[in-house]
């Protein structure tokens, strides 16, 4: 037995002592170390399903418990791979056929993902017009500039805006792309002002030849950071360098947004991403699926298409939570199985009150709902409060500052914070995707 593999056998033994049987099978099956560079472990996983989940579930507990059998062990990274003897033979017999491990990850020096290109992206009538606007650019940069597009929660717009990325880095090493949120944007401003660094700020972003920056909306009351972003934008577009930007809404229906720089986004090319029709939420599924390795027959796709009709990441976390019933169940599920799954994923009517929203929540999560108000981060109340907020903003479109007043006075950003907080979490946490169906179908 090699050295990897004894030390994998020797973390397995001790991650099997503290987790249930049937989680242990389901996620560590098929695992295994591709091998060791530089103080990284590198684990093959089955599937990006495994991959994700093992990532956000259990990476803290995976690296403890290699570090105990190996001090030198600093990280782990995870990749798809299905053949332990073939990927160890590529390895050892021609070092230029290793996985190509870039492609999996996120580059922290532009923040594009890799998963997000135009071959995954699915065209229907609800957003043709923004992806035509975008493939204009790449056969002509800045002709639209910049190309704004808005839509809301869960339409597929960061998957558009970062295809474009992708698009270039694939086919123009030279040119240098950048992708952030307006929050992270915001956050480098304040932090080169505090740190006396704001020309280091400034050459960081002229730098770049396209400048991506989603979730637009949230520059919103920062009046500094609109004053830097305005001039930004201004260089940018006097030198021919492309801008990309998202938001939730129309740019003239933003508040608190300087009156100069609408009009600088209104001087490009504005598009909608609107909710996927019925036609186009079987292709989403269809594609999905296939990109799971999921099979699911024709009957239930078109069942599913008619039964979800929310926005693209839920209809990623019903798969996510099929993918998972599957692995669990080791067999396909049925049209009836299914049914009982996404029974309660459906979205509440508008007609329920703040005060249902928290009461229904501290029900569930078996807390007292004065504890939601308080000021403290007990973390049994953590989680409850933050998907009272994420309910309030995605279900109800309530305002952040309104959803803060209400969840006991507390500031916009926390309210923000939480938001994304589960947004994110539900792309990788099937239970969290159930609880959420469950609570939604309590306030029905």
Not at 233 to 261: A, V
Request: proline share 3%.
């Amino acid at each position: 037995m090699n050295e990897n593999k004894t030390l994998w056998n020797n973390v397995l033994a001790q991650i099997e002592l503290g987790i249930s049987k049937a989680n242990f099978s389901m996620w560590f099956k098929d695992t295994f170390i591709i091998k060791q560079e530089d103080g990284t472990v590198y684990l093959g996983v089955p599937n990006v399903f495994v991959k994700d989940w093992l990532m956000n579930k259990y990476h803290k507990d995976i690296l403890k418990n290699l570090r105990s059998f190996g001090e030198h062990i600093r990280n782990v990274e995870y990749v798809v791979s299905k053949d332990e003897n073939k990927t160890n033979a590529k390895e050892t017999t021609n070092h230029s056929n290793e996985l190509p491990l870039n492609n999996f990850y996120i580059n922290k020096e532009d923040n594009l993902n890799p998963k997000y290109t135009f071959e995954t992206f699915v065209i229907g009538p609800f957003n043709e017009l923004a992806h035509a606007a975008s493939q204009a650019i790449l056969k002509r940069t800045a002709i639209y500039n910049p190309l704004f597009i808005f839509g809301s929660t869960g339409h597929g717009k960061t998957h558009l805006i970062q295809a474009v990325g992708n698009y270039f880095k694939a086919t123009d090493p030279n040119k240098k792309i950048y992708y952030l949120t307006s929050e992270k944007f915001a956050n480098d401003y304040i932090n080169s002002l505090n740190s006396g660094n704001i020309n280091t700020f400034k050459d960081k972003y002229k730098k770049y030849d396209l400048l991506i920056i989603d979730d637009i909306q949230f520059l919103s009351s920062k009046t500094k950071t609109q004053e830097e972003f305005f001039s930004l934008f201004n260089s940018f577009h006097d030198n021919g360098k492309q801008l990309i930007f998202s938001s939730d809404k129309h740019p003239n229906f933003i508040p608190d947004i300087e009156e100069r720089i609408k009009s600088r986004f209104n001087a490009g090319m504005i598009v909608e991403i609107q909710k996927p029709d019925f036609e186009s939420r079987i292709q989403i599924f269809r594609k999905k699926a296939s990109m799971m390795n999921l099979n699911i027959s024709n009957d239930i796709v078109e069942f599913l298409a008619g039964a979800v009709e929310g926005n693209i990441r839920e209809l990623e976390g019903i798969l996510n939570l099929i993918l998972c019933q599957t692995e669990l169940k080791n067999k396909e599920l049925n049209i009836n199985e299914i049914k009982e799954l996404i029974k309660n994923t459906s979205k509440p009517k508008k007609n329920i009150s703040v005060k249902d929203v928290i009461r229904v929540v501290s029900e569930f999560y078996g807390i007292e709902e004065n504890t939601i108000f308080e000021k403290g981060r007990k973390k049994e109340v953590i989680k409850p409060r933050q998907v009272i907020m994420y309910i309030l903003r995605e279900d109800f479109d309530i305002s952040f500052p309104s959803i803060g007043d209400k969840v006991g006075n507390r500031d916009h950003s926390t309210v923000i914070h939480s938001y994304e907080k589960v947004k994110n979490d539900l792309k990788t946490d099937p239970e969290l995707v159930q609880e959420l169906g469950q609570i939604r179908s309590m306030l029905k």
